[in-house]
């Protein structure tokens, strides 16, 4: 299966949005029970953390539902099938939730049968806010201390160059409806788990996330203009691996060369944000040892 994902990981601090080649916008592989299962478990634990969507969107949340539906349905019927009424299931059986059952919160219904987060942003004169979304696998932050706020209050964490929120706003505003593009990010952590929900506090208390074993953690995120032009539709989809077994993947020498030239590139700040300042030294130590002039 053709799809977007990097081959080595992304440059930090860059907004690298790229042209989607194809109408396949979904990574879907042999995980994707797991992620669902853990998505379900979520929903029954915490729905009103992972779930929230302002009055006025469910026009838009359906459209993503239908946008979602089109795709599986055009690219990856190898991984699910569709029953009479449009009974969505998995190719072992299971059964996933029907659009009509979640018609309050299509979003939420939604991202009950990918692997990918949803994120619906809306254009208001404050700039693009995050106004729905069915976030389960947050990467280090916390829906809702971002929910309803404008983009450049949702990165004010994030060490960017002064215009840089302006600039996402203009290209927000420039996104053509039939030309979706897809974005990549990568951040390490002590921790595999999927779900790294990490208020700010939080995050600058606990910046240590070079002990012990270090994970990849890989986004996918891709970006719909929706045909009413004032909403934008993310889709983010998490993927984390050991750096041992990064290094075992095809080409995986290289992307750990590519790791550690990206890491020398970073300011103290950067790498203050992204929690891999403290105990560097075990890690640079092995990325050159194992990446360092690769040329898989």
């Known amino acids: 299966m053709k799809t977007h994902a990097p081959s080595s990981p992304a440059e930090p601090f860059a907004i690298g949005l790229k042209p989607l080649a194809d109408d396949n916008f979904l990574i879907v592989d042999d995980e994707l029970p797991r992620y669902l299962a853990e998505k379900q478990e979520h929903y029954a634990k915490r729905f009103e953390s992972v779930y929230m969507a302002e009055e006025g969107t469910r026009e838009s949340q359906s459209w993503v539902s239908k946008r979602i539906a089109g795709c599986i349905s055009a690219h990856h019927r190898d991984r699910y099938e569709f029953h009479k009424d449009e009974q969505l299931a998995l190719r072992d059986g299971t059964q996933l939730p029907h659009r009509r059952d979640w018609s309050h919160a299509p979003l939420a219904g939604a991202a009950l ?25 947050p990467s280090s932050w916390n829906l809702a201390e971002k929910f309803g706020r404008p983009i450049r209050e949702i990165h004010s964490p994030v060490p960017l160059p002064d215009k840089m929120p302006d600039r ?16 990549a990010n990568w951040s390490l952590d002590s921790d595999g788990g999927l779900r790294q929900d990490r208020p700010e506090q939080h995050r600058k208390e606990d910046c240590d996330r070079l002990s012990g074993t270090i994970w990849f953690r890989s986004e ?7 045909p009413n032009m004032r909403d934008i539709l993310f889709t983010i989809r998490i993927a984390t691996s050991t750096l041992d077994d990064l290094l075992n993947e095809p080409s995986g020498r290289a992307k750990v060369s590519e790791l550690a030239r990206q890491y020398a590139g970073m300011n103290h700040a950067q790498l203050a944000y992204k929690g891999i300042e403290i105990g560097a030294e075990r890690l640079v130590e092995w990325m050159e040892l194992n990446g360092t002039g690769a040329n898989e």
């Open 168 to 183: 996402i706003d203009r290209i927000f505003d420039n996104l053509k409806s039939d030309q979706p593009v897809w974005r």
């Open 220 to 226: 996918y995120q891709t970006l719909h203009k929706l």
């Open 113 to 137: 049968w990918v692997q990918d987060d949803l994120v619906l942003m809306r254009r208001s004169d404050d700039g693009w806010r995050l106004v729905a979304a069915s976030l389960c696998f």
